[in-house]
C-alpha cells in the first residue's frame, strides 16, 4: 500500500502581507497530481491545515475543498489530525460523518486509541494535545510534560496493535533532538516539551507535522513531511514536498512540490539590481529577499523595489545604513519646524522649498 | 408527514453577561423530546444555528453536538438553512457528507433550487442571501433589493415543482408587514429588504427564521418558528416553542417549550422587593427584570439585587432618580480632592474622614 504523507499546510497564513492562498492552492494541485501519479492509497495530513485557530472564510472554504476534492473527487482515503495551529473543536465539524467514505479525521486525544486499519497497516492519528488533557484523560496528576504524557499513550497504542499488521503512528509534536526554522511558533520546542525518540521505537512509520523543514529529525523511521509551501526567506535552500511511503516494504521517497512563485534571495547595490541588464537575468515574479549593499538612505525604497520585484518580501542591508542624520548629533533644542527642516536637508541635500515649508508649518499647526 | 419547524436558536448568545448556552442546553433537550413524543419524520432548522458568524468553540462544540444528536442518534433528518447570523463559509463545513444521513444543509444560493424530497414534500432550502449574491447567480443588475430578488427565486423553484408533492419552502428574511422585537438585529426589516407575501403563493407552507416572535406575521401559510428561547426582556410575555406541520393536511400545531430560567419582571421598592415575605413568593432564579419606584441613589444596587435575585438582568427606574449631586450644580472650578469630597458628602451625608482623605490625595498624586 502507498500513502503519501503531508502536514502542515497553513492554510491563511500571509508572508510579508501577501495572500499565500493562490501559493496554497499551487502547491495542492501539484499534491494531487502528484497522489494520482503515484497511485496512492491514502493521504496523511499530519496536522495544522489551518495557520490560525480563527480561520478566516477564505481559508475555510478552501481547507473544505481540498479535503473534499482528495475525499470525494479523487476517492482518497484521508488520515487527518488537528496540530497546535487548529482550532480543534471547529475542525472536529462534521467529522462523524467523514468516515463514511473512508475520511478520518481525529482531534480528540480519546480518539488516539482507536486505530484505522487501511489493508495491511493500523494506523494511530493522534492529534496534537496539551499536557492537562492528557492528566484529564489518564487521570493522573504526574504527566506534566508532553514526554511524560506521551508514555501512557504509546503503551495505550501498543495494547491496540494487531500482530500481523504494520503500525503507523500519525502525530504532531516536537521530536526530541529536532532543528527548528524561522516559520515555526517558538513554543513548546525542546526539553520536557519534546517526545524522546525511543519512545517512538514500537512504531514501524511514525509520520510527523509539526516542523517545517522535512530533514529537521535525523531518524529513519520517523519524518516530518515539511511545510508544503516555503513561509520564511529562511526556508529558501529548503525543497518542499511529500513523501511517498511503501507500507510493505515501509521505505519512503520525498517527491518535491514546485514552488510558484519560489523563494530567491539576492544580493547587491540599489543601483545593479534595479539594472534591467541585472533584473532581466532574475526571475524577478519571485519572492525576493533583496541584501542591499548600499550603506545610504534610499527614499521611498520598497515601493521603487517593488517595480521590478513585486513580490519582494524584505529588504536587509549587508553594511548597514549611514545617515547623515546618525551621524550629526541632533540639537532637541530646535522648534519641530527647524528640526525637519534639518532631517530634509541632510537626508536630501537640498533645502526644503518655500511651499514645502508652508506645507510643513500648517501641519505641525494642526497637530499642534 | 410530521415535521417540527424551529428556528432561531443564536448558540453563543449571552444576556446581560449570563452565558445562555445551559438555558439553550436544556430547551433543546426539551425540543428532542417533543420530536420524539410526536414522532416526527424531519426537522427543520430555519437559520441562524449560531449567534455569531466567528462563534467561540464552546458554540461550535455545542452546534455540532445538537446536530448530530438529531441526525446520527436520533436518526432524524434535518432541513437547515444558514441565517444572516451564521457564517455560510463556516457552518456549511462537512456538509457534502451530511446528506449520506439525511442531513440536509444549505448554505449557498445556488443550492436553494434542488429540493430535497421526504415523503409526500418537496423542501426547498433557501439559506439567507445577500441582493448581491442574487445578481451574481442570476447575472441581473436590477436585483438591487431582496423584494426583487426573490421574485427569480421563486419562479426558479416552482419550475422544480413535482405536481403531485406538497412544496415547503424554508428560508429566512423578513416577510413584509411582520412585526419584530428587541433581539432581533435591527438591519434589512422593512421596506425593500422586506419580502412580499404574494410572491410566496405557490407554496403549501413556509417555515421561516429570522423573527424571534412566532407572531410576527399574520398568515396562515407562512409562519415563524420564533426562537426557541428568550432572548431579551421584551420576549418576557412571549410563549416560546416549536411548530408541528401535519404535511398531508398542511395544518401546524404550537407546542411550547418551557423556558428554565424563564423571564419574569418585578416592579416595587427597593424595600419591597428585598424583603423576604416579598421575594419568597417570587422565582428568584428567573432572569428578573426589576423597575424600582424608588427615586434615590442606592449604593452597590446590582449587588445587593443580586444576591436575592442572582440572574437579574437589569433594573430601570420608574420615576427616575433624583440626586442631590444632579440637584446641585456642581462648581467645576474646585480642585479634584474638593470635588471628591463634595461628592462624598452629598452622597453619603457625611464627611471623609482624615484616612479617607489621605488614601483619596494618594491616589489623585499617582493618576497624576
Redesign the interface.
Known amino acids: 500500500m502507498r500513502i503519501l504523507h503531508t502536514a502542515d499546510w497553513h492554510i491563511g497564513r500571509t508572508l510579508a502581507g501577501f495572500d499565500l492562498l493562490p501559493v496554497q492552492q499551487r502547491s495542492f494541485a501539484a499534491l494531487r497530481q502528484v497522489a494520482h501519479d503515484e497511485h496512492v492509497d491514502g493521504v496523511i495530513i499530519a496536522g495544522d491545515l489551518y495557520d490560525r485557530?480563527?480561520a478566516a472564510?477564505s481559508a475555510?472554504?478552501t481547507v473544505?475543498s481540498m479535503l473534499?476534492t482528495l475525499n470525494?473527487e479523487d476517492g482518497l482515503p484521508l488520515l487527518v489530525i488537528s496540530g497546535n495551529h487548529d482550532?480543534a473543536?471547529?475542525l472536529?465539524?462534521?467529522?462523524?460523518?467523514?468516515s463514511?467514505?473512508k475520511?478520518y479525521l481525529h482531534t480528540r486525544l480519546a480518539e488516539a486509541f482507536e486505530p484505522v486499519t487501511l489493508g495491511d497497516t493500523q494506523f494511530f492519528l493522534l492529534p496534537y494535545f496539551e499536557p492537562a488533557m492528557a492528566r484529564a484523560y489518564f487521570e493522573d496528576d504526574n504527566l506534566t510534560n508532553i514526554a511524560a504524557a506521551m508514555a501512557p499513550v504509546i503503551d495505550r497504542m501498543v495494547a491496540q496493535f494487531a500482530p500481523d499488521k504494520r503500525h503507523v503512528l500519525v502525530a504532531h509534536f516536537f521530536a526530541a533532538g529536532s532543528t527548528h526554522s524561522g516559520s515555526e511558533t517558538p513554543v513548546n520546542v525542546g526539553g520536557l516539551d519534546a517526545v524522546p525518540l525511543d519512545l517512538l521505537a514500537p512504531f514501524d512509520y511514525v509520520a510527523l507535522g509539526h516542523l517545517h523543514n522535512r530533514h529537521a529529525v535525523n531518524a529513519d523511521r520517523i519524518q516530518y513531511a515539511g511545510s508544503l509551501v516555503k513561509f520564511d526567506v529562511s526556508e529558501t535552500e529548503q525543497r518542499k514536498g511529500v513523501y511517498i511511503l511503501d507500507t510493505e516494504t515501509m521505505t519512503r521517497k520525498f517527491i518535491e512540490i514546485p514552488q510558484t512563485p519560489d523563494f530567491i534571495h539576492i544580493r547587491g547595490s540599489f543601483a545593479e539590481i534595479m539594472d534591467p541588464d541585472f533584473y532581466h537575468q532574475v526571475a524577478t515574479d519571485s519572492f525576493v529577499q533583496i541584501t542591499l549593499t548600499d550603506t545610504e538612505v534610499i527614499p521611498d525604497l520598497m515601493i521603487q523595489l517593488r517595480q521590478v520585484y513585486p513580490y519582494c518580501t524584505g529588504v536587509d542591508r549587508a553594511h548597514g545604513v549611514q545617515t547623515s542624520v546618525t551621524d550629526k548629533p541632533v540639537d532637541r533644542h530646535l522648534d519641530p519646524m527647524a528640526l525637519l527642516a534639518q532631517f530634509y536637508a541632510d537626508t536630501n541635500g537640498t533645502e526644503l522649498t518655500s511651499e514645502q515649508r508652508q506645507w510643513a508649518q500648517q501641519a505641525l499647526a494642526d497637530v499642534q
Open positions: 485557530g480563527l472564510e475555510v472554504n473544505n473534499r470525494r482550532s473543536p471547529r472536529a465539524t462534521g467529522s462523524e460523518w467523514f463514511s467514505t475520511f
